[in-house]
């Protein structure tokens, strides 16, 4: 007689009802999610939150003949760590423990102690070794705690030690500190032998390195456009998804300070339309904050919630962590999301559909990011225009071109074998998802778009936009740095045309901010002390120079009304108007990012979420929503 699986299931469950522990309704529903996965019946009580993962295991080792072994309260020994790789304990799903007096190891295990797999573990250790039980996630938490070092190194410098050329951890290369002091040398010299000739010279290109960067972005935005009606995931699309179909998905989740707002996360996250036996929620949780690790206990999350503790270490930013929860996913798919975050149910069944529709070559998919606090006040609304054309008009625009896209700091959602061959995100970047784009871009990837929104809270504090946004900068500059310390080989791998796309929007934004204050200078100079600029800069360069900035805020102010239009919030459009005043927090940001480049790069400022005083309900304006 052939035992199926299913029989083995039936006969687990029913074992369970008897000692108690599960109802035999719990037992019925979780053989159907057997059915259309490949978990064994334990795991799909615990996934259904009809047992508890202790609960099963202490019944697994009383089934196996082997006592339980509670982790938390047992520290691996260091001593025999070295013999077991951190990767290996994780995806062979056991650790060493201890030394008995009698020389043998107690090794701690989720699965059955098979012969061959006390074979294995004896032959890895070299020595006799005693099994105990324990739970999966407690065995990924011996392995955080006794792999600390490795696991923070690796997540810290692996990037580094991989491609050395690819990390911001050194800010300036030779060449470029080379190239900076002559361009200085050049322009001091100039200023003090030939002063009108030199103003000249940086206002015209000052004027039209603005209207460059600002028309790249309006003809890209322009071409996204044209593709707005294309028909992109549908809901007949998802809805032929079938459960069996779909492959894990770990979701990764970085917190720091944000106990206010952990419930809500648990909330939001657990409203995906994804099997939760498929789905690993990872919330990354920094060492040093209790406040958050206290709060995210006590909003008591479903069973496939992970609380992961980040190890403390510097650089203190969100992509070590990010590289702390890679290191542990188990997902074939990965998304980020961040605390406050409301992505669409269905965004993840969206994701897989596009993968599927793509090649091996697609190494992520970016949903778009918008806001349900709106209409809050005046830099919400200005926070959403810009949004709304970003993320509906220029990233699609750049889909279509088969351009390099900068990745939005959160619904990103990745392949994970390509994502670990990219080599994660670098912790030494402040806007680690636009630096992955781009590298991943690169290296001959290429990351798409899909119709599917993530709402999130719009900064209503100027002063907490204004360091949100110099962070932002901060990053783009470094990820100029990086990947122009060798233009040939950058040419080389990623072509002409995704080379100088790649100049115009990721180092023509911040040039573009840093630059409107001059521009401006000159415009009001010429309004009210036009005599002024006679000595100084000839006419032709002042009427170019006013004509470029004219122009570029017109486009910038008829962008934002296309995005306005396309998410069907006209009461935004007369706000665009306001766009050049926006602009001017933009330079702000951008000359305090400028500074910090220089004195603390790799120094993340961290945005303040869960100040909107805006009800958590969606405004009316997202419940008419186009996707």
Known sequence: MVITALSVDEEMGAQLVEAGLVQAADVERALGVCQRSDLPIGAALVSLGALRRDTLYRFYAERWGCPFV????????????????????????????????????????????????????????????????????????????????????????????????????????RPQLVAFA?????????????????????????SL??????????????????????????ADD???LTDEQLPTYTVLVPVYREANVVADLVEHLGALDYPPEKLEVLILLEEDDVETLEAARAAKPPAWFTLLVVPNGLPKTKPKACNVGLFFAHGEYLVIYDAEDRPDPDQLKKAIVAFRRSGPERACVQAALNYWNVEENALTRMFTLEYSFWFDYMLPGLDSSKLPIPLGGTSNHFRVDVLRQLGGWDPFNVTEDADLGIRASA???????????????????????????????????????VHLRNPPE?????????????????????????????????????????????????????WLSLANLLLGNAAMIYLSMMGAFKRQRYRLVPWSLLNPAYWVLHSIASYKALWQLLTKPHYWEKTAHGISTVTAARSSGEAAMVH
């Not at 060493?96 to 061959?116: H, I, K, L």
């Not at 002559?182 to 000052?206: E, K, S």
């Not at 990351?447 to 719009?458: D, F, K, R």
């Open 238 to 240: 998802v809805a032929a």
């Open 70 to 173: 509670d982790l938390l309260a047992a520290d691996p020994d260091p001593r025999l760590l070295h013999r077991l790789a951190p990767g290996d304990a994780l995806h062979q799903h056991w650790i060493p423990v201890r030394r008995e007096s009698d020389g043998t190891v107690v090794v701690a295990t989720c699965q059955e102690p098979t012969p061959e797999r006390r074979e294995m573990m004896a032959a890895t250790m070299g020595e006799p070794v005693r099994v105990e039980v324990t739970t999966f996630v407690d065995i990924a938490d011996a392995v955080r705690r006794g792999y600390r070092e490795h696991v923070l190194d690796e997540a810290c410098y692996g990037l580094w030690r991989r491609a050395a050329d690819q990390s911001a951890r050194q800010t300036f290369v």
């Open 443 to 481: 290296l001959g990837y290429s990351v798409g778009v899909i119709n599917s929104t993530t709402y999130e809270e719009a900064n209503r504090s100027v002063h907490n936009w204004i360091r949100q946004r110099s962070r932002w900068i901060k990053g783009y500059l470094q990820t100029v740095l």
């Open 490 to 542: 950058l040419v080389r791998t990623a072509g002409w045309r995704r080379a100088i796309a790649f100049a115009l929007l990721i180092g023509g934004t911040p040039f573009t901010f840093l630059l409107a204050p001059p521009l401006w200078l000159i415009f009001f100079m010429s309004l009210f002390f036009p005599t002024a600029l006679e000595g100084i800069l000839p006419a032709w360069a002042v």
């Open 182 to 206: 002559a361009v200085v040398v050049i322009i001091v010299a100039g200023l003090v032998f030939a002063t009108g000739v030199t103003l000249t010279v940086l206002a015209v290109a000052g």
């Open 209 to 234: 390195i603005f209207l460059a960067s600002v028309l790249f972005k309006f003809l890209v935005c322009l071409r996204g456009a044209r593709h707005e009606h294309d028909i992109g995931i549908t």
